[in-house]
């Protein structure tokens, strides 16, 4: 089976542009989570979808969004970059009924000039 | 609000040596604890959950809940076992809201 696969794997954008981030679950995983990764807050949970509804979200502002289609792939979309949206931004998918077995992606990194 | 710490950045022992790394929680419900690991070069991967009791890679980690810990123990440590280890949580809500750890790398010396 393929593993998760994102994309880009590497973006520069300046502040100010808006970026959409892409995940492809493995085959039959319905749950796709999303967290950014820093050196100075680690791992926090943006927002995950189930079944094309959010089902959780994490505590960061509006800029951040996402969303999942029929095909279970999902995107996440930050407008109007700051510099401190400097990230790794991983995702993650998981099989229903599960809680907390995730399968993690390589990343997507995103540099903000 | 949840919250998980790992008290420890880094921890260097040597090949054989026994390892520990601790983990603490904050959450007033039942968590569900887990601990993942993250290879040099590779993705994030789970090792082990609490409620599955099992030993993964030699590993063990006991949910102690009068202690709210969830610290990860091996008893000989091998030079493989050199990564970045995260413990997280899981609380209330439905779904995959994972809550984790700032990490500790294991660093085993031959």
């Known amino acids: 089976k393929a593993g998760v696969t994102q994309t880009p794997r590497y973006l520069i954008k300046t502040r100010g542009q808006q970026v959409t981030l892409s995940c492809s679950p493995i085959s039959g995983h319905r749950s796709v989570s999303w967290y950014q990764q820093t050196p100075g807050q680690g791992l926090q949970f943006l927002f995950e979808y189930f079944s094309e509804t959010q089902r959780n979200k994490g505590n960061f502002p509006g800029r951040f969004s996402g969303r999942q289609f029929s095909n279970s792939r999902s995107e996440m979309n930050v407008s109007t970059l700051e510099l401190g949206d400097s990230a790794l931004y991983l995702c993650a998918s998981s099989l229903a009924g599960t809680t907390g077995e995730l399968f993690f992606g390589e990343g997507s990194r995103l540099t903000v000039l | 609000a949840q919250r998980v710490t790992q008290p420890e950045k880094l921890l260097s022992v040597f090949k054989g040596a026994p390892v520990e790394l601790k983990c603490n929680y904050s959450?007033?419900?039942?968590?569900?604890l887990f601990w993942y690991v993250q290879y040099s070069r590779q993705r994030l991967q789970l090792l082990l959950r609490?409620?599955s009791r099992e030993s993964i890679k030699g590993f063990t980690a006991d949910l102690n809940k009068g202690e709210t810990s969830f610290h990860l123990k091996k008893p000989f440590a091998q030079e493989e076992d050199s990564a970045m280890y995260y413990c997280a949580l899981s609380g209330g809500a439905a779904g995959n809201k994972l809550t984790f750890g700032g990490g500790t790398r294991v660093l085993v010396k031959p």
């Open positions: 609490h409620i």
């Open positions: 959450y007033s419900g039942s968590p569900e």
